[in-house]
């Protein structure tokens, strides 16, 4: 099974593009931190923030694109991929991401209440 869930902050608006007979694809940075804390010796460990980057399609990309803002908080469902590519000094590079199967909006803005499902 390949199952990814995160709750996490969105770092910059989205980015949409519009690809094979107007299919709707975005894409979303998406940061989740780990809280710090303070050992019982008294060791501050520190805050700790991952990055990921997130992969919508069709109308989940759509309601993205419309709604979704930076700093928005958001609950992503999906599965993980990873990707290989060459740059454009043709070195490879590796890249993980979330392909999106299910996003919340967890942000308390309108009432646009949006909890949305794929339709794959």
């Known amino acids: 099974m390949n199952k990814v869930m995160l ?3 969105v770092g910059q608006e989205p980015e949409v593009k519009y690809v094979d007979q107007g299919v709707a694809v975005a894409r979303i940075r998406l940061a989740t931190t780990e809280r710090g804390y303070t050992l019982q ?11 990921h980057n997130v992969i919508l399609w069709r109308r989940l990309a759509e309601i993205a694109e419309k709604y ?7 609950y992503i469902e999906g599965r993980i991929r990873y990707t290989t590519y ?8 590796y890249a993980t991401e979330i392909w999106a199967d299910n996003m919340e909006m967890l ?3 309108s ?10």
């Open 111 to 120: 009432d646009n209440g949006l909890s949305t499902t794929n339709p794959e």
């Open 107 to 109: 942000s308390p803005k």
């Open 7 to 9: 709750i996490g902050n």
């Open 68 to 74: 979704v803002h930076k700093g928005d908080k958001l």
């Open 41 to 51: 010796n008294g060791t501050q460990v520190p805050d700790h923030t991952d990055w």
């Open 86 to 93: 060459d740059d454009k000094a043709g070195q490879r590079r």
